[in-house]
């Protein structure tokens, strides 16, 4: 996402990224996007790994994918969903 950081604070979006994996290392590789406001958390994390878990689990079978790489999803600053993703 770092390499779409321009884009993304010129169009007024912000990346929510979900995180499955350990959240303390992907709070260092953060803490920049975060500072730079393009790059949130989830106020509640958990509901949305389910979430994403659910999806995947009824596309494929498995949530095996977002098990390993994480999940986001982008809104803009005006509240409107206009992706997702794992």
């Excluded at 996402?1 to 959240?23: D, K, N, P």
């Excluded at 992907?26 to 389910?50: I, K, Q, Y």
């Excluded at 995947?56 to 509240?79: C, H, I, N």
Aim: glycine share 10%; charged share 25%.
């Amino acid at each position: 996402a770092e390499v779409y950081r321009r884009r993304l604070e010129q169009s007024g979006v912000a990346l929510v990224c979900v995180a499955f994996g350990e959240e303390a290392a992907w709070a260092d590789a953060s803490r920049a996007a975060e500072a730079a406001g393009w790059l949130w958390r989830p106020a509640d994390a958990s509901g949305w790994r389910g979430y994403f878990s659910d999806i995947l689990t009824a596309k494929d079978g498995s949530a095996k994918a977002a098990a390993e790489e994480g999940a986001f999803f982008a809104l803009s600053l005006r509240g409107r969903s206009c992706a997702s993703g794992v």
